[in-house]
């Protein structure tokens, strides 16, 4: 499998193009910003973008949606959209192949109600869901108690050497693991969810008191 992670801009985005490698087809993330540069490269490469996802209605990943649309004759799609050729719905546990692969969608509301990850092979690409060291926003209470199953009940289920592709450049590094997050980072090491509620609600106290 081939992964090409871009710097987009914005506010440190991330855009992917993930392929498999034998048949040639390929999808699209978050193609905000610059969807022209990745059409191109995928066309470099040889690859059919067949697929192209946001992971949330969020600005900052929808901003490319009308251009690749137009560059490539088929709409984005989001959460609870259905993708036109299988006809399958963009929902929780739906599978769409690619190639010899099979792209898995994974419903994880919290930081927005419509927001999904992808799971292929050995990556996860987590959007605002998940970051590196890190995790996305929410804006209350209810919201970060859905982000918490989310993340636990869903993401930390996936096998431990799963790659964690987020959706910003908001770590010390541009990828993580499973593994390495169940382990290190501050939000996903809280023993329960008020623990993880009041660090949400203190996160800039401990980033002073963690050098962070």
Request: hydrophobic share 30%; with cysteine; aromatic share 12%.
């Amino acid at each position: 499998m081939f992964v090409k992670q871009f710097d987009l801009g914005g506010d440190r985005n991330y855009g992917y193009l993930v392929a498999d490698e034998e048949s040639k087809k390929a999808f699209v993330i978050d193609p905000s910003y610059i969807p022209q540069e990745i059409v191109e490269f995928a066309k470099d490469k040889g690859f059919e973008i067949i697929y192209t996802f946001s992971t949330h209605s969020h600005h900052d990943h929808v901003d490319g949606n009308e251009e690749i649309a137009k560059l490539l004759g088929r709409d984005v799609l989001l959460y609870g959209d259905i993708e036109p050729t299988t006809g399958l719905k963009i929902d929780d546990g739906t599978k769409l192949p690619l190639g010899e692969l099979e792209l898995t969608i994974i419903h994880t509301p919290g930081h927005r109600d419509d927001h999904i990850c992808l799971f292929i092979e050995n990556a996860v690409f987590t959007g605002d869901t998940l970051f590196v060291g890190k995790i996305g926003g929410t804006w209350s209470d209810e919201d970060a108690k859905v982000q918490y199953n989310s993340l636990h009940n869903k993401l930390l289920k996936l096998p431990s050497s799963t790659i964690v592709y987020p959706g910003h450049n908001y770590g010390k590094k541009q990828t993580s693991t499973i593994e390495e997050e169940k382990t290190t980072n501050p939000f996903l090491i809280q023993p329960n969810f008020e623990k993880f509620l009041y660090l949400k609600k203190n996160w800039s106290q401990y980033k002073k008191e963690h050098n962070l």
